[in-house]
């Protein structure tokens, strides 16, 4: 949040399961890598991502692991309970007092145990302000309605809400502090405490728990076009008639756009000496790239070097992505960018922090003068032998 100085041109909050990652159709994680390469390349600099997800903060972990999502300003996790900022996820203090008061966990406990209906999910899935069930579709209305009603004789009816989450045959039940659209509301206010409240918001969800993201007054909303079933019984009772949300036609809410690089190494676009001849007029004739083992080579001849690479990754599950992406005018007409650059080849992921310096020059746009390369801790390898640039 500290590394804009001004109210953010746009603030995307997502969910992530089937809305900023495709779990059934999307193995490749093609979809992702397009938003990926949009946001970095046109967003990052002037705007915030926030990712508003169901999952804890162990599961967040794993997924991240698993797929090529960028690091979010801001994480807001377990529905709503806990919001953390940047890439170490520092809890929100604040945020945490808020969820504690008059809070009572312990009754919520007792109650739902008088139901056999319920059956507590994974211990990875009960927070201190959230427990969750799996509750057969058939017989959430019949729980909800008496579980209520215990609820309110107990005196926490009001510190609770309840959610279903349909999949398959089954539903999921929240009994929880808060949900999604009060982390957004405390997020929005927060923002606007420090002079950076965003000049657009956009949420975008698929499911049930993210209703309350369209709520929230004065954002746009896109629902995902596999949206679940409960949301959308929800946008034809309330939400038809608003303007500000939209029910997407594609699967996922991402752009199209690939990153030239990996295009070349799949072989997806024409083997031709015109693209090489650009490459290379946009490098400084004496610019240099140090590798991450140290090796020093010059640009122009690594330009040359990546012609015999074309097509080596077609038909592999070749990807590359940047992250954390922030340029620096360091005096009038010189910048320096500093990235995370990854790729994948299978399960094999390498990551490397870059810094690139560029100048402008008339007549010729943005020229590359110097490219350092180091191995993240990240990187789950450290192999120069096959690495380019």
Not at 67 to 82: F, H
């Amino acid at each position: 949040m500290e590394r804009l100085t001004s109210p953010p041109r746009l603030m995307i909050v997502s969910d992530l399961d089937d809305t900023m990652v495709e779990h059934r159709n999307d193995n490749d994680n093609h979809s992702l890598l397009r938003f990926n390469s949009l946001w970095e390349e046109a967003y990052r600099h002037d705007s915030l991502l926030v990712f508003s997800t169901g999952r804890a903060k162990t599961m967040y972990k794993k997924l991240r692991k698993e797929r090529p999502l960028l690091t979010p300003d801001v994480i807001v996790t377990s529905v709503g309970t806990e919001i953390s900022y940047g890439k170490s996820m520092v809890p929100d203090e604040n945020w945490v007092e808020i969820m504690n008061n008059k809070w009572n966990r312990g009754i919520v406990e007792e109650e739902t145990s008088k139901f056999p209906e319920l059956t507590l999910q994974a211990e990875t899935e009960q927070m201190p302000h959230k427990l969750s069930f799996h509750v057969d579709k058939s017989k959430v209305k019949e729980v909800t309605k008496e579980l209520y009603q215990r609820l309110e004789k107990r005196g926490v009816i009001r510190l609770i809400n309840l959610v279903y989450l349909f999949w398959r045959n089954s539903s999921r039940c929240f009994a929880k502090r808060w949900r999604k659209g009060q982390a957004l509301a405390y997020l929005l206010k927060k923002l606007n405490t420090e002079g950076k409240l965003p000049l657009n918001t956009l949420v975008c969800g698929d499911s049930g728990n993210d209703t309350e993201l369209f709520t929230i007054p004065n954002v746009y909303g896109v629902m995902v076009s596999n949206a679940r079933e409960e949301l959308l019984e929800w946008y034809a009772e309330n939400g038809k008639d608003n303007s500000n949300i939209i029910h997407a036609s594609e699967r996922c809410a991402v752009v199209e756009f690939f990153l030239f690089y990996e295009r070349w190494r799949r072989g997806e676009i024409e083997n031709c000496e015109a693209y090489t001849k650009s490459l290379k007029a946009s490098c400084d004739p004496a610019g240099v790239i140090v590798h991450p083992s140290g090796a020093e080579k010059s640009l122009r001849d690594t330009i040359d070097e990546l012609g015999k690479y074309h097509g080596d990754k077609k038909d592999k599950k070749f990807r590359v992505w940047t992250d954390q992406v922030l340029a620096t005018e360091t005096t009038h007409g010189t910048w320096i960018v500093k990235l995370n650059k990854w790729e994948q080849t299978g399960n094999e992921r390498k990551c490397c922090t870059t810094t690139v310096k560029f100048t402008s020059k008339e007549n010729e746009g943005f020229v590359w003068e110097n490219v350092q390369q180091t191995w993240s801790e990240e990187s789950e390898v450290k192999d120069d032998s096959n690495w380019i640039i």
